[in-house]
């Protein structure tokens, strides 16, 4: 972050509380500026499996003073193998590691976790955080911003920072004229599962989907699988499992794992 942008912004607005939002209110929080978090959710926290974290993710998250935390709540390793579908490593792509030599290069975490993580150093920074709310109104000049909010309270600050998301209202205020987002064709499986010993790395399996797995606690690790969709689907919640165990099905080497799938 620009040490010249903390000189200039005193007082800001970060609109949305997922990852983005809350690491540029730390960031501008350790600079001195004082930093106004809004969040549309009344019930404020985070939902969902795992995160992965690539080496750069991972460093900064880690530069935002979370690589403890990273290490004891999420699981951080240095290798990706990919395998073909019946096991067969195809190769081990061993990641640099960035951030520091006694800190591993990638990994993963629970989603709450990272949000618990980052909401604690956000109150230990003071940042001002306000649930529920969100903005409803934007008014720039050569100076500043004046912000309505949707509780009909207002604010003006020296900059706004939208972070709301694929849907953001920011940038439907700010830039009407922006493409809005479209589904793209392609569908992401999630499910988490136990980790199995000795399971310490990422791994990827590639056939006629992409499975992906990666460790994102002590215990836990999730699946990811890529599966192109022409039409956006809606699946029914009865038969996610039985999809879900077909799509494993040409993975001789997922058996075990799709044997152990439950609702």
Known sequence: M???????????????????????SIRMAERGVAVDLVDIEHNWGAAGTGVTLSPLTARALCDLGFAEGLMAKGHLHDTLTLLDPVGEVVNTVQSPRLYA????????????DLHRLMEDRLRDLGVAIRTGTTVTALAQDGTGVDVTFSDCSAGRYDLVIGADGLFSRVREMVMPEAPKPWYTGQVCWRAQFKRPEGWDGGRMYFGPVKVGFTPCSPEDMYLFLLENVAQKPRIEDAELLPRLSALLAPFPALAWLRDAMDE
């Open 101 to 112: 030599p006694e800190v591993p290069a990638e990994g993963g975490i629970m989603r709450p």
């Open 2 to 24: 620009s040490g010249n942008l903390a000189k200039h912004a005193k007082k800001i607005l970060v609109v949305g509380g997922g990852v983005g939002g809350p690491a540029v």
